[in-house]
């Protein structure tokens, strides 16, 4: 099994890599410099997806598209968009979570920046009175597609602007974060996670999987009934206590990263487990094991993104990277 890693936050690692789980060895790495005179390298995004027969890479005001020497793409976001993540969406649209901005942007290969976007809004009587007392920056970072309904993101922060301040200057406050409908008024549809990242749909299982990233928890939901929540289902702990970020499912198991908290020396981890249902049939959920593991890095680092490594698209954009546009 192989993966496709992007990294943050550390200039000394890679901001691309290629890792063999069964070799536990990383065996790709992309350039850091220019891959030709005048035009941008790969930079160090957060977000990295497939998009079609390409690869979309995209971080702070850009959107770099890969499809093999001769076909590169680049897209300017409106400045202090931040890019975070990045998807295919149904629509043919490259979705870009804009987290400055607190909103998805829509890209089209020909067209560029699509004027359709969605903007965070969260529904204010569920937080308070008042839309002034609302700090603007929710922190949307990112989004996924649920069957039955619709696009739905992951946002750090729905609550008034006096539990917001108090959060970022102590990290054990509790945290805000939630799970909004992007397409129904940002209406919230699960609530009480901390610092939520890599939303995954499990189509096998009929399953939402995420990370709440400060928690160290992977969570399990289900859609409601009434299609009008999103229903908790379970938490599954990991015993490192390390910041979850980076999900992928392959083959039916979900792969996870465990980072270095910022300001430590841990390392990073990879984690997998095949989800097995619960021994009580009445539970509705699925347990996991994690008793398979792969280091990446022993210093300080964190992974933001995992895909499944393609060498249909990966073998043509690992040429264009090493020899040029």
């Known amino acids: 099994m192989k993966l496709l890693i992007s990294t943050v936050n550390n200039e000394d690692l890679p901001p691309l890599l290629g890792f063999d789980w069964e070799k536990g060895q990383i065996f790709w790495q992309a350039p850091r410099q220019k891959l030709r005179e005048g035009e941008p390298p790969p930079f160090r995004s957060c977000g990295v997806c497939y998009w079609d027969d390409k690869l979309a890479l995209s971080g702070m005001d ?6 093999g020497p001769g076909y590169f793409w680049e897209y300017a976001l409106d400045q202090g ?10 629509s043919g649209y490259l ?14 290969l020909l067209e560029g920046l699509a004027a359709k976007c969605a903007e965070i809004f969260p529904a204010t009587d569920f937080l308070v009175d008042q839309v002034d007392d609302i700090l603007d920056l929710y922190h949307f970072n990112d989004f996924c597609q649920v069957p039955g309904l619709g696009l739905i993101g992951s946002v750090f922060d729905v609550a008034p602007k006096l539990v917001q301040e108090a959060r970022w200057q102590d990290r054990k406050f509790p945290r805000n974060g939630a ?3 992007l397409e129904q008024d940002s209406r919230v549809l699960a609530c009480g996670l901390h610092s939520p990242h890599s939303l995954t749909w499990d189509w096998q299982r009929n399953r939402l999987w995420l990370c709440s990233s400060g928690r160290s928890q992977v969570l399990e939901y289900k859609v409601g009934y009434d299609r009008e929540i999103l229903q908790f289902c379970h938490a599954t702990a990991m015993d490192t206590h390390s910041f979850l970020r980076g999900m992928c499912l392959i083959d039916g198991e979900l792969i996870v990263a465990g980072s270095t908290w910022r300001g430590s020396r841990i390392g990073t981890l990879l984690y997998k487990s095949k989800p097995r249902p619960s021994d009580d049939p009445g539970a509705g959920c699925h347990l996991l094991e994690w008793n398979d593991s792969r280091r990446l890095f022993d210093g300080p680092s964190e992974v933001y993104d995992i895909l499944p490594w393609r060498d249909d698209i990966m073998e043509k954009v690992v040429k264009q990277m090493e020899v040029g546009l």
């Open 81 to 90: 968009s931040l890019a975070h993540s990045c998807h295919e969406l149904d």
């Open 179 to 181: 799970l909004i409908h």
């Open 62 to 67: 850009t959107v770099q598209v890969f499809g």
């Open 95 to 108: 979705g870009v979570a804009a987290t400055g901005w607190d909103r998805l942007e829509h890209i089209d």
